[in-house]
């Protein structure tokens, strides 16, 4: 991803984020909000192997807070055969409730549409209440579910048509 799409006027934010492709050296602080954001947390080498994978789009978020940029969010999807997956989506806990998911969320099928992808599927726990309600006010319908999908939940398969 080396073209930078800005996030439409359609997202309201107090701060707009500066979403850039993700580097190996963005990793530290992925790892961080990975761990802090999910139970089961991706490792470094699965990261890294995103960021060697040609049909991977990885991206981050960055906002400043205290005089500095810091991420604070990430996305990372992959477009084949013009149909994309959202593998991983997160936002720091520490800048939750500012939209940074819904800019996220933009970002990644504004790309998508851009790779010429038609569809978009994801798997989203199903006691993620809050990502489940986000997805659906991106026009994702729950289509089915995938037991035991995250060994200790399972996941409800989303769609949606870009």
């Known amino acids: ?29 992925v790892l961080s909000i990975e761990q802090r954001c999910f139970p089961r947390p991706w490792t470094r080498g699965m990261f890294e192997a995103e960021l060697r994978n040609p049909l991977s789009s990885a991206f981050i978020a960055r906002l400043e807070s205290n005089g500095r940029q810091v991420i604070a969010g990430y996305g990372i999807f992959w477009v084949v055969f013009g149909e994309a997956h959202i593998l991983n989506l997160a936002v720091s806990p520490d800048f939750r409730r500012m939209g940074l998911s819904r800019a996220l969320l933009e970002f990644s099928i504004i790309e998508m ?8 599927f994801l798997e989203v ?28 939940e399972d996941a409800i398969v989303m769609t949606r048509e870009i």
Not at 2 to 27: E, F, G, H, Q, W
Not at 113 to 120: G, I, N, P
Not at 139 to 145: L, V
């Open 113 to 120: 549409k851009r790779k010429t992808a038609s569809e978009v």
């Open 125 to 152: 726990r199903r006691s993620n209440k809050a990502a489940r309600a986000l997805y659906k006010k991106f026009g994702f319908k729950e289509s089915f579910e995938r037991a035991n999908y995250y060994g200790d």
């Open 1 to 29: 991803m080396t073209n930078r799409t800005p996030v439409t006027k359609a997202i309201a934010l107090p701060i707009r984020p500066d979403i850039r492709p993700m580097s190996a050296s963005d990793l530290g602080d």
